[in-house]
């Protein structure tokens, strides 16, 4: 069975109001999925790849390199 990535489970840190992108994976290390947290909730499926691109400088990034997860952001708003 591949590896996975374990997603983040918990809830974003109070201490830090920026919100979250968790890049999943798949079994070639490849962005599969994104999920984002908002401060004080849980993880959700990124559902509107072009507003989380445009403020893509002021999210905490977690999985994935930055341009990895831009990358797929970008595809994800065609």
Known sequence: MPAQLKLYSGTVNDMDKRAMLIAELDKESRVAWL???????????????????????????????????????REQSD
């Open 35 to 73: 999920w984002r947290a908002d401060p004080g909730k849980r993880p959700k499926p990124v559902k509107d790849a072009a507003a989380c691109l445009q403020e893509l400088d002021n999210l905490m990034l977690f999985g994935a390199p930055k341009p990895e997860i831009e990358a797929w952001l």
